[in-house]
């Protein structure tokens, strides 16, 4: 069984920076993907950026959070991480952690990141 942590969330003001982890235990082998969703209200879910393991190790972004995000895995922690930056207004959303093993995917509680002056 695999279960992951989210940490990280919070209140910043525009500009600011927070650092989302996501902390996997169980049987981590086999990855095809570990990524973070977010979902604002009102809204669809929707990829924020993802680490894809497939004939090699890729990275993703949306292009809304590109050049102010960067996704980072820690092999010996088992933790994935979402260093966000230059937040604004539109970054306000649950954010979410999901990895794919073996296709089948796992999900986080969700972490609120509220982006508000």
């Known amino acids: 069984q695999v279960q992951l942590v989210e940490s990280g969330g919070g209140l910043v003001q525009p500009g600011g920076s927070l650092r989302l982890s996501c902390a996997a235990s169980?049987?981590?082998?086999?990855?095809?993907?570990w990524g973070w969703y977010r979902q604002a209200p009102g809204k669809e879910r929707e990829l924020v950026a993802a680490i894809t393991y497939t004939s090699g190790v890729y990275k993703d972004y949306a292009d809304s959070v590109k050049g102010r995000f960067t996704i980072s895995r820690d092999n010996t922690k088992n933790t994935v991480y979402l260093q966000m930056n230059t937040l604004k207004f539109e970054d306000t959303a649950v954010y979410y952690c999901?990895?794919?093993?073996?296709?089948?995917?796992?999900w986080g509680q969700g972490t609120q990141v509220t982006v508000s002056s």
């Open positions: 999901a990895l794919n093993i073996n296709h089948y995917s796992y």
């Open positions: 169980g049987t981590i082998v086999s990855i095809n993907f």
